[in-house]
């Protein structure tokens, strides 16, 4: 018999092959050559040590949010306000980088913790709704994400530049980016970020694994009412797992401020990260592990979909449908599980 | 005087912005009165808008002026069929409902783009040469004061979208089909009991969304946008949603939403030419759709309750 685990191992992976499948049949059928544009995937994601630095760096801001929406989903709640919370922490860390005048080892911390309090209280405001009132989170964070982006923009306007599109640079003692690292990765954009998120991974595994605090999240997000009964403050927890998983993202946000860009520019609409962080979590079976490794491999194919283009003359959006079909693969699990199961039962 | 003076001036714009909302809006009415949650809107209407203007480009020679209606029906067919999948994926598969709604739009946006790149070589078509045309509406629009505001200046797919939203009102409310829709989404086991399919029931609910979400889509892309490209439809859908909530799920409340949302856009677009508003920063213009929705739905602009099993997959024999 299949066990729990060993579903949870397969079902991301038959998602993964089934969707570079559905990618395949795609190219084929629009006259590409799936082996050439896949070619091309790979050598754009790992081919030299500067692809390697930009898909690291792309990797770095998902796992975040990735952790972001996988912990709100292990206390029962759904974040899709991941994109809101990484517009203010991204503008709250700029803000600190720009604004203070700190030595190195003071000032990135500074910046980053303001970042995930920023983030944290984009994740509080549903969380107190949904506590107190009962109100969906996932509708108040898509609202969230939508006042974020226009505040954002309106501060990147009038606070942080005089009417420009992009705010001014921060300093250099609060940039990720070091000229060390940059040169080791081929003039890539790659920063210490990544270093910043695996820790932060390993944060998360930590607190819900190992802590009491963990085990009441996790205990509200199995069964609010169970948990209610054996005395657990559910509204507590929940509010608390918002906040945690709007930090996760401000975090995220930090990492395109202090590290990838050093600034922040106005946005017409959404960075993608906090719903490409959907698809993380998913993948990843909400665990801080499995986040790591589908940020990776998202990040992989989002940087190595530049090269398609010119090497295979594929358009980079096959990589959106190939993700697209991973989460409706991984979403669909109940009839993966059962053509499994079915599988398991013709063998006998 | 100056205040119907400022509504003749504005409300064409409200009109204007508000349809794709409604259309849309009605969609996701139809599907979450039978309980699944649409957060696909958004995608289902980037379906509409690429599927409208690639046929207007191909067709606009051979069909002439009729090109832009029957690119409307397109839209809506190609967004019907595309939210099968989430129909498939949501009753069938018993899928997180959620989820499926973000698969589909990111399929969505990347299918279109994908597709554009493929057929047109580049990320954005060009414009459209038939797109819809203002027009007014014959004796209604020699009515002093109302006719000016309402019945001047707009196009007819305003005008329809607000009979769709009275026929949706009569459909869900006064038919057989709409009882048997607001019992699946309220208690799935119980319609189940009484004979009535809820796979079925809620098929039809998703693909009637697809339906009129690419109808949406396609207003927005043959009005506003004429062309189609990667930021066309950029939070619409999920406006349109936000206006279901709004709404109370009910069509005319989603209707009234949708003109509000409508309204409050036309302001910030307008906002700067008038005298009480030019002191404003546009910022609260733009956000008060959705701060307003907040309020709403935390009860203070009155409790909305969402039909009882919306999200929940129905599993036979399951309690």
Partial sequence: MFSSRLFNILIPVISVVMGLIVGAIIMLSFGYNPIEGYVALWNGAFGNMYFLGETIRQSTPLILTGLSIAFAFRSGLFNIGAEGQVFIGWVAAVWVGINFDLPLVIHVPLAILIASLAGGFWGFIPGLLKATRGVHEVIVTIMMNYIALHVTNYMIRNVLSENGDTSERIKETASLRSDGLTELFGYSQVHWGFIIALILALFMWFLLEKTTIGYELRAVGYNKHAAHYSGMSVKRNIMMAMIIAGAFAGVAGAMEGLGTFGYMYTHASYTNLGFDGIAVALLGANTAIGSVLAAILFGALKVGALRMPPLAGVPTELVDIVIAVIIFFVASSYIIRWVLLRFKKGER | ?319
Avoid: C
Wanted: aromatic share 12%.
């Fill in chain 2, 1 to 319: 005087m100056q205040f119907i003076e400022l509504l003749q001036s504005i409300m064409p714009m409200v009109l204007f912005y508000s349809a794709p909302l409604i259309f849309t809006a009605l969609g996701g009415v139809f599907s979450e009165r039978s309980g699944v949650v649409n957060i696909g809107l958004e995608g289902l209407m980037v379906m509409g808008a690429f599927s409208s203007i690639v046929f207007n480009l191909t067709f606009a020679e051979t069909f002439g002026s009729l090109t832009p209606w029957l690119a409307l029906l397109v839209g809506a067919i190609v967004a019907g069929v595309f939210s099968i999948m989430h129909a498939v994926a949501a009753v069938t598969f018993h899928a997180n409902q959620v989820v499926s709604g973000v698969a589909i739009n990111m399929m969505a946006v990347g299918l279109g783009i994908f597709l554009i790149h493929d057929w047109y070589g580049k990320g954005q078509t060009d414009s459209i040469t038939q797109p819809f045309y203002t027009r007014s509406i014959p004796i209604l629009s020699d009515i002093p004061i109302i006719g000016e505001m309402f019945f001047s200046g707009s196009y007819y797919t305003s005008y329809i979208a607000i009979i769709f939203a009275i026929l949706s009102w009569f459909v869900i409310y006064k038919t057989s089909f709409g009882l048997r829709l607001r019992s699946v989404g309220e208690h799935p086991m119980a319609a189940d009991t009484n004979g009535i399919s809820v796979t079925r029931i809620r098929y039809i609910a998703v693909i009637l969304s697809g339906l009129l979400a690419g109808l949406g889509g396609a207003t927005y892309a043959l009005t506003i946008s004429l062309s189609f490209g990667g930021s066309t439809i950029s939070g619409q859908g999920f406006m349109a949603l936000a206006a279901v909530i709004f709404g109370k799920w009910h069509p005319l409340g989603a209707m009234g939403a949708a003109i509000f949302f409508g309204f409050a856009q036309a302001l910030s677009v307008a906002g700067r030419n008038l005298p009480f508003l030019a002191n404003v920063p546009n910022v609260y213009l733009v956000i008060a759709p959705y701060v307003l929705t907040i309020l709403a739905l935390a009860g203070f602009i009155g409790r909305a309750e969402a039909p009882k099993a919306n999200g929940e997959p129905y599993i036979k024999g399951s309690r």
